[in-house]
């Protein structure tokens, strides 16, 4: 059974940073895209980050673009997202996803079919 768990969410001041880990098990990680999502209260999921397998194609929305950048290490089962320069719209519930064999382009969630449970980040003015 598939499983993504997030961590390293948390309460930072605006201007600072946050390193977030997703550590996935029950698949064959590299052979999937994985993004990072995120998701206030009332709004739609958004994709904010994507990466694909081996690295290679990797997308930003122009909200963290040039702020956040996204990695993984397959032989880690682990995809990173460094958010740097945080600012208090950047609060929400971040979520990682896998997706098979997909190039990352804007992408609804719906493209995605694995799931972690979310970590928080609270940015404070």
């Known amino acids: 059974q598939a499983h993504l768990v997030e961590s390293g969410g948390g309460v930072v001041q605006a201007g600072g940073s946050l390193n977030l880990s997703c550590t996935a098990s029950g698949f064959t990680f590299d052979d999937y895209a994985m993004g990072w999502f995120r998701q206030v209260p009332g709004k739609e999921r958004e994709g904010i980050s994507c990466?694909?397998?081996?690295?290679?194609?990797?997308y930003y929305s122009n909200s963290v673009k040039g702020r956040f950048t996204i990695s993984r290490d397959n032989a880690k089962n682990t995809l990173y997202l460094q958010m740097n320069n945080l600012k208090p719209e950047d609060t929400g519930m971040y979520y990682c996803?896998?997706?098979?064999?997909?190039?990352?382009?804007?992408?609804?969630?719906?493209?995605?079919?694995?799931w972690g449970h979310g970590t928080q980040v609270t940015v404070s003015s």
């Open positions: 990466i694909r397998w081996n690295s290679e194609n990797t």
């Open positions: 996803a896998a997706g098979y064999g997909l190039m990352c382009l804007p992408r609804p969630a719906s493209d995605f079919t694995k």
